[in-house]
């Protein structure tokens, strides 16, 4: 028995047909059935139900399954081990970020990253937090960047910065003539917000002291999907939105002067790095996290800051 008679095994467990499974594990169909058929052999039962179109699994058969797929987890987090306590910044990451974070952080410090480290091969995916905190807690994801606490203690959280949240006014609003706003400023019926999914929504509803019925009696009831889409709404059709502060770098010096910073203590949301409780390579999260660091043009917001729950 070997590892990769395991790996053809599970192909075949996920494609249903010996031809497809040989062709997504790089090996002639031959070569896979005589692998296979080896290790049944060896173990003195049948783990496919050859007859079968698609290619179903004996009952004995599910239970190797299950076990073969552990035992290869077990392998690559073995790997992930060493690869951690020998400091070595090579091999393969998935990395996840939120929607209201990606467009705006990933320019900033992704490029830089991959060129001090071109050992290291980085998946990136966008997903709502939601997504990526199940991602983080199945293995699907190595490392999230999104807005915490979480509160869930099967993962870890290591802050990385405070990014403060700023008014996006039209003219013809009471805050646009304000230095600075206030929750109570903001006309609730004129204020754009993002769909659900999305954290920094449950973040604008604490900041405001929103109650889902203040929006859902109001004629026009629209929920974006993207921070750009906020500020477009803003203005062509007038109202207020709520911007986190690297989304609003690359404002036109126009709609620069639309932004209205809140009174102190001024509302923040913490920006972690997260990664699943199990998670050992400890090199590329620090690296990660170095560079980020270096490349966030966050300026000082003092002692005092409100941080916003996503709960």
Not at 92 to 116: D, G, H, M, V
Not at 246 to 255: E, F, K
Request: glycine fraction near 4%.
């Amino acid at each position: 028995m070997n590892l990769q008679q395991l790996e053809y095994v599970l192909a075949v467990s996920r494609h249903r047909h010996f031809a497809r499974a040989a062709e997504k594990s790089n090996v002639t169909q031959p070569t896979l059935s005589m692998m296979i058929k080896k290790l049944e052999d060896e173990l003195g039962v049948k783990i496919f139900d050859r007859k079968k179109s698609p290619v179903e699994t004996t009952p004995e058969g599910k239970e190797i399954i299950e076990r073969a797929a552990q035992i290869l987890a077990d392998v690559t987090k073995l790997k992930e081990y060493v690869q951690g306590i020998r400091l070595d910044v090579s091999g393969e990451i998935n990395l996840a970020i939120i929607p209201t974070l990606a467009p705006y952080l990933l320019p900033l410090f992704l490029q830089s990253f991959i060129e001090k480290h071109p050992a290291l091969k980085v998946n990136i995916r966008e997903l709502v937090t939601p997504d990526l905190v199940a991602a983080l807690k199945s293995g699907a994801v190595d490392i999230g960047l999104l807005a915490t606490p979480t509160n869930d203690d099967r993962l870890i959280e290591q802050p990385v910065f405070y990014e403060e949240f700023i008014a996006y006014v039209s003219e013809n609003e009471r805050a646009y003539k304000k230095r600075y706003v206030l929750p109570k400023d903001i006309d609730l019926s004129k204020l754009w917000l993002l769909e659900e999914g999305h954290c920094m929504r449950n973040q604008v509803f604490n900041l405001c002291e929103l109650k889902k019925r203040d929006i859902e009696s109001d004629r026009l009831h629209y929920q974006a999907g993207s921070l750009e889409t906020l500020k477009n709404l803003v203005d062509h059709n007038k109202g207020i939105t709520i911007l986190p502060y690297l989304a609003t770098l690359d404002l036109s010096r126009q709609q620069q002067k639309q932004l209205r910073e809140f009174a102190p203590p001024k509302p923040v949301r913490e920006i972690s790095l997260v990664v699943n409780a199990n998670f050992s390579r400890k090199a590329v999260l620090n690296a990660l996290r170095v560079e980020i660091d270096k490349a966030v043009p966050i300026p000082s917001m003092g002692n005092k800051k409100m941080v916003l729950g996503i709960a």
